[in-house]
């Protein structure tokens, strides 16, 4: 991670302080603005794969229970027709959940790429670029979901949108409320965004750090069950069990 946004850096220094605008277009390696990208189709593949070997035996199940209560013909029936909407109820469940945890993915994606891209963006702005050429070169280093949305906001700015109207499509999202008001103040007003989103990125940062502890410290508290569970048995039988034993021995 360290090592990615350290090259992200590095091309966006590139892009927005020693290269011109025909430059960069003509050095940038193909595909270099999605190099952050992973599709990783062999696991997708697989997961659903291992999805529908559940939904087979989430339907064998329901259509075996089904022949076993009832029997004879009837059940046969009732069985199929039980194995048929049971498989036809797990892949609908299967699908919708698949499409919300996709989006929900996106979304925390994005999230976890906003401090970086945040900082690009003040290192943009501070090398004296436009808000529409520092959200295309950031977003074409960053990559992923956050990158295209900037690099779409690029190309709205640049086809003469309202700057309002496109930063207000990152303040539709919570993570991104901050740093929508800091860049729609910079289109709007006039307002320089270097150091409100440099200020952000420190902040965000912070923020990344704070809830990296707290998980760390709730994993460390959750831990000791576990432990416990494990350690409780000895216990038992090498200091509770030889007291209880000696204290049977000397009543008897």
């Known amino acids: 991670m360290a090592r990615r946004e350290r ?3 590095q091309r966006a ?4 302080g020693a290269e ?12 270099s603005a999605g190099e952050g990208r992973h599709f990783p189709g062999t696991r997708l593949r697989e997961a659903m794969g291992t999805a529908r070997v559940r939904e087979g035996i989430g339907a064998a199940g329901a259509g075996i229970v ?3 209560l009832i029997g004879g013909s009837a059940g046969w029936l009732v069985g199929g027709a039980a194995a048929f909407g049971t498989r036809r109820w797990l892949r609908h469940r299967r ?3 698949a499409g919300e945890g996709a989006a929900d993915a996106e979304e925390r994606t994005a999230e976890a790429q906003l401090p970086l891209a945040a900082e690009l963006m003040a290192a943009c702005l501070a090398a004296g670029a436009g808000p529409e050429r520092a959200a295309e070169a950031v977003g074409g280093s960053v990559g992923g979901p956050l990158g295209e949305r900037l690099v779409l906001a690029a190309t709205e700015l640049r086809l003469g949108a309202e700057a309002a109207s496109v930063w207000g499509g990152f303040a539709q999202r919570p993570w991104g409320v901050e740093f929508a008001r800091c860049m729609e103040r910079a289109g709007v007003a006039g ?9 952000l990125a420190a902040e965000l940062r912070r923020r990344r750090a704070r809830a990296a502890n707290t998980r760390a410290r709730r994993a460390a508290v959750l831990v000791t069950g576990p432990l416990g569970l494990c350690f409780l048995p000895a216990f038992l039988a090498l200091g509770v069990a030889p007291v209880l034993l000696g204290l049977a021995r000397s009543l008897w």
Not at 191 to 199: L, N, S
């Open 7 to 9: 090259e992200a850096r």
């Open 13 to 16: 220094r590139l892009v927005c």
């Open 20 to 31: 011109e605008h025909g430059e960069r277009g003509r050095g940038r390696k193909p595909g």
């Open 66 to 68: 089904a022949v076993t």
């Open 95 to 97: 699908e919708q959940e």
């Open 191 to 199: 307002v320089p965004a270097v150091e409100a989103v440099t200020r």
